[in-house]
Every structure is written in C-alpha cells, then in structure tokens.
C-alpha cells in the first residue's frame, strides 16, 4: 500500500522504516530542512540499534523515500501522523504540530486518504480532527481519522514494531479497520523479513484490538502511566528496604512472581525519563482534571520520580560530605541503555545539581555524549570508562550500559582517586566490585544489618 509517514522522529522513523520492511511503499515527510537533507543524505539524526540497516535497505529498494511534508501528503492512501506533541508549561500536550497536518491535509488531499493518529494525543483528539478537517477541507476529500498509538520503546524501537505484543487501533468506520488491518497483516500474521534475527523467538501472534478512538487514544496514555506508576512503586519499596535491612533485588523478585503484578517494571533507581514517561503522566493528570477527574496518584508518581534525583544526590554527599572542587566521574547520560536520548534524563539532573554544588563532573556515555554536550557543556566528556574515572573521588553509575559491567576494576582502581562506585541502578554485581576493592553504594540494598532506628521505629 502507498502510507505516508509525517514526521521523522523517533517514532515516525520507526514507523516510516519498519513500514517499507514489511512492504509497503512509504513517503517520509519532514519539515526540518536540515533534518531532511540528514536522512536524504543516508545519515541518521539520532542512535537506535537496527534503524539504520533497515532505512539503508528500504531505500535502496526503492521503498523509503524521504521528502517534504505537502508531498507526502499527496503520496499516500493511509497517512500517519507522527509529529511531535511536547508539554506545554502547564502540563499540557502541544497539539499545534498536529492541528498544523491536519490543515494542510484539508488543504491539499484529494480522494480518499485514512488519517492514522500515531502521536500521542489526549482522549477526543481523533473526533477534534474530524472537525477540524471537515471545517477546512477545499477538495474533494474524503476521510476517516483512526488512532493507532504507538507502544515502541527507544532501544528496541525496531523489534517493537515487527514482534508487538498488541496493536491497538481506534477506529470509526469498517474501512478504517480494514485498511489497518491489511497495513499490518504481515506483523499479525509474522510473515515478515526480520531485520533483527535470523530465527525469531517463538512468540504469540500480535493481538490486534480494535476500539473506538477515544478509547485508543486513553489506551496509550493509561498504559504509559501505569509503567510509571509501577517504577514509583518500586522506588517507594527500595527507599523502605534500604531503612529497615531488606534487599530490594529479592522483595521485587517475590513481588513479581506473582503473575498478576509481573516482574517487568520492577527496577529501582533513580527514575523514569526520557520523552514519553514524564510527559504522558503529566498530560495525563492534565486530561483527567479536565473530565474532572482528580487523579492525585500519579501526581503522587511524578512527585516520588523528582524526589530520585535528590536522593542520589544525598547518597553522593553521604559519602563524600563536601563536594566543592571535588573529581566525580559520571558513567551513563542517556535516560535509558542503547539510546543516545538524554530528553528528561534523571542524569542530567543529577549533574546539574553536582556541578551547582562546585563538583567537577568526568562523564562517559557511549552514545549520548554529543547530546549531552549540547545541554551542559561544563562537563569534562571523557573517551572511555577509565579517561572519566581518572582521580575521581567517586564513579556514580546513572545508565545501566552492558559496557560497565564489564570493566576492568583491577586496572579501574588504579586510576581512581578514592575506590566508590555509587550505583544509581543497581546493575553492578556488589560481589565484583568489593572484591577488587571498591566501596559499593546501590540503591535499596541490604547495607549491613537493619539501621537501628528503623527496627525501633517499627517496634
Ligand atoms: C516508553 C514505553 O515503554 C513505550 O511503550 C512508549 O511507547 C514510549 O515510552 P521509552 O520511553 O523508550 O518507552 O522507555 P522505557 O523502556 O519504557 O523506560 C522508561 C524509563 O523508565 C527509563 O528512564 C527507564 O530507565 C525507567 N525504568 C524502566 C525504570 O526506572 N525502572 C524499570 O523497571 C523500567
């Protein structure tokens, strides 16, 4: 099928390259000039495993072409809207990239085009842009607007869309269904040329649920909280096992054991970022208010994710009392492992706080650091583990990359000024660490015995 993909982003990247994978034929719009020129040019503008090959041989097929947003609105039957939807001061979504596509859609589609919502949006978006659509079409065209929210997660974004567990489509006429459902036959079916393995793990096939588009519209967002709300959890949890001498590894292990909580979603630390998770919660508390609804308990949620970054910052001082002039290295500056995204990062925050106090920050990320130079060029950025944790008083680990678990902590702790590894994610082995000397701080753990004053406090 000819699908027009607006918006060249994480998601509409995605979106765009995995579509022509399994098929289709697929028109890239982008409105950022220098952005189009990048991805025209073969380049990418951001780091997710597997991306690139599967845009490479898109292209060269002849599936994938990238463009500006009017021709991709004139290429494709079916057009995903994939703009951006950033929070507004007060919380709110920023609908202005997607009421800005809906115009030129009424303005230049002629025919039948299927307007597929992919952009998170608030409940009611989808019947917005009907009539918003009806109000300023001038051609003959004709429509249904379906919501087909996306559940890909940066890092594995490619593997999310080929073998999803669930793809969720609202819609309103018995067209729309059909034509998503012949859009992602071969997802549902797996009959697809995987760009990830060479034998693919056996798993269920994809449900493919179809609902209204309110609904689907709530679906994302309620799913997203949900997440963030369990991280939260789990960190109140930790906060409780670290005063009263239990194991935070082992209370989430026997959590969940029990099917009905599941064991994902379940790792302590020093919060959630990244671009989904602290702005769905917010427009999501934001939409509830507007129904009036109170929806105190994820207000609650983002309050216990902000109090993290506090946390690790006392931990830190804990140990090294004052920080002023003080060498601390920094391992990991993406929000999460196998991205170079630093959007909302809990490390960010944590640096910020570090050099307010008269730190002198030594960072490694294997991915983010060009990002995160952007965002806080005081920092030293550092070529590897070792470079940034030369004289350093403390090595703070903040995103967990498979690359640190495997360092080299004999050679590590001659380079080090003072042998501490606080772990803001608990991914080292404590047993590694300590015995090659190191003083290990995580998060949650077991310290020794039960503090004293928790015991008494709690009879
Ligand atoms: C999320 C959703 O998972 C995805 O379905 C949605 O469509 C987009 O938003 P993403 O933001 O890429 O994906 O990251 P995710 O893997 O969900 O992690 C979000 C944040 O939670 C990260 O900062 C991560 O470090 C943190 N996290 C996750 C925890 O702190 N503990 C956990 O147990 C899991």
């Known amino acids: 099928m000819k699908i027009s993909v607006i918006g060249a982003g994480y998601v509409g990247l995605t979106t765009a390259a995995c579509l022509a994978q399994i098929g289709h034929d697929v028109f890239c719009g982008e409105s950022d000039i220098e952005k189009l020129h990048t991805l025209q ?20 097929s002849g599936r994938l072409t990238f463009g500006s947003t009017e021709e991709a609105i004139e290429w494709g039957q079916a057009i995903f809207i994939c703009v951006g939807t950033p929070p507004l001061g007060n919380g709110d979504a920023d609908l202005s990239a997607i009421e800005v596509v ?22 009611q978006t989808g019947a917005q842009l009907r009539k918003h659509l009806a109000v300023h079409r001038t051609q003959k065209l004709d429509y249904d607007v379906a919501s087909n929210p996306e559940f890909l997660r940066e890092g594995t974004s490619v593997e999310d869309f080929l073998h999803p ?209 952007k965002e806080i060029p005081e920092v030293a950025y550092c070529q590897d583990v070792y470079e940034a944790a030369r004289g350093a008083e403390a090595i703070v680990l903040l995103t967990e990359w498979e690359e640190f678990r495997k360092v080299d902590w004999t050679h590590l702790s001659t380079v080090v000024e003072r042998a501490l590894i606080i772990d803001g994610r608990n991914t080292l082995s404590r047993d590694d660490v300590t015995t090659h000397g190191f003083q290990y701080v995580g998060i949650g753990g077991v310290s020794g015995a039960p503090q004293m004053s928790a015991i008494l406090a709690n009879g």
């Not at 040019?41 to 060269?60: N, Q, T, W, Y």
């Not at 009959?191 to 209204?212: G, M, W, Y």
């Not at 979603?265 to 427009?283: N, R, S, T, V, Y």
């Not at 960010?348 to 490694?364: C, D, F, N, P």
Request: aromatic share 8%; proline share 5%; hydrophobic share 45%.
């Open 41 to 60: 040019a073969g380049v990418m503008p951001f780091f997710e495993p597997h991306l690139e090959d599967v845009i490479a041989d898109s292209r060269k």
């Open 102 to 123: 809906a115009r030129m859609i009424a303005k230049r589609a002629v025919g039948y085009r299927l307007i597929v919502e992919k952009s998170t949006v608030p409940v």
């Open 165 to 373: 567990d669930r793809i969720v489509v609202g819609v309103e006429s018995q067209r729309a269904t059909d034509l998503l459902r012949e859009i992602y036959l071969p997802v549902i079916d797996q009959k697809i040329v995987c760009p990830i393995h060479s034998e693919c793990p056996q798993r269920k096939a994809p449900r493919f649920l179809v609902t209204d588009t309110n609904s689907s519209e709530l679906i994302k967002h309620a799913s997203n909280s949900f997440l963030a709300m369990k991280i939260s959890f789990i960190n109140m949890v930790s906060d409780l096992c670290e005063a009263a001498g239990a194991d935070i590894s082992k209370v989430a292990e026997g959590i969940g054991l029990d099917p009905r909580i599941g064991s994902s979603f379940l790792q302590p630390g020093i919060g959630f970022g990244g671009f989904c998770f602290p702005k769905d919660l917010q427009a999501f508390v934001r939409i509830a208010e507007k129904f009036g609804c109170d929806f105190a308990l994820l207000k609650e949620v983002e309050r216990i994710n902000q109090s993290r970054v506090d946390l690790l910052v006392e931990k830190i001082k804990k140990e090294l009392w004052v920080l002023r002039n003080k060498k601390i290295c920094v391992w990991g500056l993406a929000f999460k492992p196998n991205t170079d995204d630093v959007r909302f990062a809990p490390a960010l925050s944590i640096i910020r706080r570090l050099l307010a106090e008269g730190a002198h920050i030594q960072a490694y990320d294997p991915e983010a650091m060009d990002k995160a130079r």
